[in-house]
């Protein structure tokens, strides 16, 4: 580019805003980062990236940034002050607390990008542990803990997820998800959507089944199906298979059992129900359960859209038991086993923190996933008075006013807080709650490996690298902000018991060094020396660029990687019967809200972190709602109408567009939208905060996971009057 | 010849402002660019200045006779999307 200088460099790293976890190359000159582009070597992403990936470089120099240690005055701004001041009166207080109520009224909460930040994954969960406080809070908990409660039930360890053979598979069948936009979740595939095409173009078949025509169903075969009835779908074609007994007994017996048990749990299952249900013709399903069955291979993969209603964990359940009893668990071509460099589930089985429902939360009941609570329940951890009520919250990465239920219930309860310590890049309107903001790096500005999506990649590769850019300003490692905190109220943050004495003996490794001990001894580790070809922190930093591992996930590798004891998949699910009895029972009629409201992502858009990105908010981009033109044309409303949606538990104000993308009786919505504080441009997008219409009541959950019902509320869609501006919130 | 927009492009749109003769869509202000997967090149149009060229960030622009063999189809694809349209490329 014509910016060269002398100084300029180029770097490789890669993408750590989406499970894609994309390869790029930065150019760099005079410590600023001057281009991102995509790395044609890159083991997985070979070439690909997207605009989000490739304009994140602004954030690191976004006027908008929070560059110093923000201090909350009681007119509600924010004062700079330094490093030791905040990190001093924080651990006051935090004593203050501690000795008034004890460790376990302190708590904290990750947000998604933490799932690319190892180092403040380990050491946030590390204090919690040493505290004694079960105050441990994730934005998993909004839409992945449904596959961390199936992963220790059927294979005995949250984080075992068999992933789509989608490279090699004959019949691929995607419920709720759209990788064409997404670029996936939980399957790390290079260029999917490409992936996909290559089915169809090598003879196979996709089949795409949504509320709404997405993205990815555009390209493939298409069936709408009714928000929040995957389990029904599902379940009936599980039904079919049974009846017509077109189960792979051979597979089975191999490596599972409880057959007869998931064949009980879906007797009571009709194809009738199932069609009025789902809106899929009965013929239709059982066809599709015939097809599944007949292909030489085939994978059945749903994501967020499946785990945003009222049975996520029964739908998850009644996925994996689909690709389980048709023989397709651990085939080529089926659902298959990643192989990460580091066996992170081997980690969390050594530090006995895998695991579910161990304990309940204190005021709702709700079960434990993988240690942590749920963050719908939050709210009332804190307004709830008595032993291990919540005082005390330290957020990183975290939006929780925005991406979890009941926004003004969130709100309320973190202004009751003694003291809330955000670790956010920006002023946003929940750090703007904090008594302190925290500056972090960014992933450009430290090291990073893809700690979460490592396990779960088609082609499985290594990939650690060193930061790529200088810190901007004051902004310093999460872990190391939240160790600061720790030393100066004597506690060693880390999970495991054994860590923690030698802490206090005086040996406090940093949390890579940690990892690269993992590492080092790991599957694909050198042994510190006994396996010389083997990968070390000091190989990886050498090899920025990834090292692939294999061509394609191994496959009949089943009982090594199973955690029962027994190495057979566990059908037999007790907990799933009382699921299923209540799936029969609900109803679904609301003639008051007639309407079912889903989510929906959007390819400038990841969560609730990237709206103030100049590039990607071209086009005066505006949250707008969906609605198919026959819904819209008795209620008088047209393109680009203001419109009211009302649901039993909020109401917010948008633009409607009238599309026939969504089925009838659907509308769609983008989350992540109705900003406030201090990002500006975010701000000024204006938009409102879809999960104001969702309940933050247990009633609401998924009862298994703790999930929050986001999609299939039932609303009713009005013309605003013409006297209030959009997305004011009711 | 004209230049071609291929499989690699990821919408970024740096190509829309600097094209000279604006054939490059969907453009920020166009309907359809919140769902545009790629942008495309209107060759009936294009007077291959190559000014997009250099600046994408990905590296998906072509002289439609240096196409790599694999993205042949595109060219096609790039005319069919303003045939389809029904009108010429604008702004």
Known sequence: ?730 | MPYVIASPCIADYSCVEVCPVNCISPGPEEPGFGRAEQMYIDPTRCIDCAACVEVCPVNAIFDRNRLPERWQRYAQINAEYFQQRGKPGHA
């Open chain 1, 1 to 730: 580019m014509n910016t060269e200088s002398a100084t300029t460099v180029e770097r490789k790293l890669f993408c750590s805003i989406c499970e894609a976890c994309c390869g790029l190359i930065a150019t760099v000159a005079d410590d600023k980062i001057l281009q991102l582009r995509p790395d044609p070597e890159h083991p997985s992403s070979r070439g690909f990236a997207c605009s989000k990936g490739i304009g994140f470089s602004y954030v690191l120099s976004d006027p908008d940034r929070v560059l110093e240690p923000l201090q909350r005055q009681p007119d509600g701004s924010f004062k700079p002050v330094s490093w030791d001041t905040a990190l001093d009166d924080i651990a006051q207080r935090l004593r203050g607390i501690i000795d008034r109520h004890g460790g376990e009224a302190v708590g904290g909460y990750i947000g998604n990008p933490v799932g690319w930040n190892y180092a403040a994954q380990t050491t946030l969960m590390g204090m919690f542990a040493a505290l004694g406080s079960k105050h441990f809070y994730t934005s998993g908990s909004v839409d992945v803990n449904n596959y961390f409660v199936v992963g220790q039930l059927l294979y005995g360890n949250n984080m075992i997820n068999p992933i789509p053979d989608i490279h090699r598979t004959d019949f691929l069948v995607v419920l709720g998800a759209n990788p064409v936009v997404s670029h996936g979740s939980m399957v790390t595939i290079g260029n999917i959507r490409e992936a996909m095409l290559d089915i169809t173009a090598r003879g196979g078949r996709v089949v795409v089944i949504d509320p709404r025509r997405t993205e990815t169903a555009e390209l493939f075969e298409y069936l709408p199906i009714r928000p929040d009835s995957d389990a029904w779908l599902i379940a009936a074609m599980l039904k079919v298979i049974f009846d017509e007994d077109r189960v792979d007994h051979a597979a089975v017996v191999r490596q599972a059992h409880g057959l007869d048990s998931l064949r009980e749990l879906v007797a009571g299952v009709t194809l009738e129900r199932a069609q009025s249900e789902t809106g899929i013709d009965a013929a239709q399903i059982a066809q599709l359960a015939r097809d599944f069955a007949a292909a030489p291979s085939a994978a059945f993969y749903g994501r967020c859209g499946f785990s945003l209603g009222q049975f996520s964990t029964l739908t998850k359940y009644l996925s994996d038991a689909l690709n389980i009893v048709t023989g397709n668990l651990d085939r080529p071509g089926g659902v298959v086993f990643g192989h990460a460099m580091i066996d992170g589930e081997k980690m969390l089985a050594d530090g006995n923190l895998s695991g579910y429902d161990r304990w309940r939360t204190r005021v709702d009941g709700v079960p434990e996933v993988l240690g942590s609570s749920p963050i719908a329940c939050l709210p009332r951890e804190v307004t709830t008075p008595g032993r291990g009520q919540l005082h005390a919250l330290f957020i990183c990465s975290g939006n929780m006013v925005t991406s979890s239920p009941s926004p003004d219930e969130m709100e309320s309860a973190l202004r009751q807080l003694d003291l809330m310590v955000s670790l956010d890049p920006y002023v946003t309107e929940t750090s703007r709650l904090a008594h302190y903001i925290l500056p972090p790096t960014l992933w450009l500005e430290r090291d990073v490996m893809p700690s979460f999506s490592m396990g779960y990649t088609a082609v499985p590769y290594a990939q650690w690298i060193p930061a790529t850019v200088k810190p901007a300003g004051q902004a310093r490692d999460d872990w190391w902000i939240v160790d600061q905190i720790c030393r100066r109220i004597a506690v060693v943050p880390s999970p495991l018991k054994s860590m923690r004495l030698l802490g206090k003996l005086g040996w406090r490794p940093s949390p890579a060094t940690l990892m690269d001990i993992a590492l080092r001894l790991g599957p694909e580790g050198d042994l510190f020396g006994l396996r010389p070809r083997g990968l070390s922190r000091k190989k990886l930093f050498a090899n920025p660029g990834g090292i692939k591992l294999m061509d394609q996930p191994p496959t009949g590798v089943l009982a090594r990687r199973l955690h029962h004891a027994d190495k057979r998949v566990h059908l037999a699910q007790p907990i799933m019967g009382p699921e299923m009895q209540r799936l029969i029972a609900r109803s679904t009629i609301d003639p008051e809200y007639p309407l079912r409201i889903i989510s929906l992502r959007e390819l400038r858009s990841h969560n609730s972190w990237l709206h103030n990105i100049p590039k990607l908010m071209a086009g005066g981009r505006v949250q707008r709602l969906r609605i198919h033109p026959d819904d819209a044309a008795p209620l008088a409303i047209e393109n680009g109408d203001e419109v009211e949606i009302a649901s039993r538990h909020g109401a917010i104000r948008v633009t409607a567009w009238l599309s026939d993308e969504v089925m009838r009786g659907t509308v769609a919505l983008p989350q992540g939208w109705g900003h406030r504080g201090g990002w500006k441009r975010a701000v000024a997008a204006r938009g409102a905060n879809y999960n104001v219409l969702a309940s933050s009541r247990p009633s609401e959950f998924d009862r298994l996971s703790g999930q929050p019902r986001l999609n299939g509320i039932a609303v009713r869609i009005s013309r605003a009057r013409s006297d209030a501006g959009a997305d004011a919130v009711a």
